[in-house]
């Protein structure tokens, strides 16, 4: 009986510590959620959160340029964005857009020019994205 006991509880105890815990999972991957620009600085672009249920996927009351942003979050631009977000547009102006949160860099298009220059200071989050129709 003794032996029955210590052989479930190790089971027990290895399908438990086999589990994955949801914090291993990256954070929000596959997560669709409507956006505005904040600013794009040569393939860096810094986005506005704009679901509620979705402000801790970014830095919350982020600011830039003297602008407080509910939540915003730091990604590589792809080279085609939509068209009706003007980088220059006025914040009430931009208009909000879906992106799909993935682990996959967006892909390089080689008529696509970037340089290395970073935001300072930028968001603490940074995913890679995917621009939905």
Not at 40 to 59: N, Q
Not at 115 to 122: D, E, K, Q, R, V
Request: hydrophobic share 40%; proline share 6%.
């Amino acid at each position: 009986m003794k032996k029955l006991l210590c052989m479930l509880g190790m089971a027990v105890m290895t399908i438990l510590l086999s589990c994955t815990k949801e914090e291993d999972k990256k954070s929000g991957e596959g997560t669709v959620i409507a956006v505005s620009f904040v600013d794009a600085l040569c393939g860096s672009v810094i986005l506005s959160i704009e679901d509620e249920k979705y402000y801790d996927l970014g830095e919350k009351g982020f600011v830039h340029k003297g602008v407080k942003y509910a939540s915003a979050f730091l990604t590589q631009a792809p080279c085609k964005l939509p068209s009706a977000n003007a980088f220059n547009a006025a914040t009430a102006d931009r208009k909000p857009f879906k992106v799909r949160i993935t682990d996959k860099p967006p892909v390089g298009d080689s008529g696509c020019v970037t340089c290395m220059a970073l935001f300072s200071p930028s968001p603490n989050k940074s995913y890679f994205m995917e621009v939905l129709p």
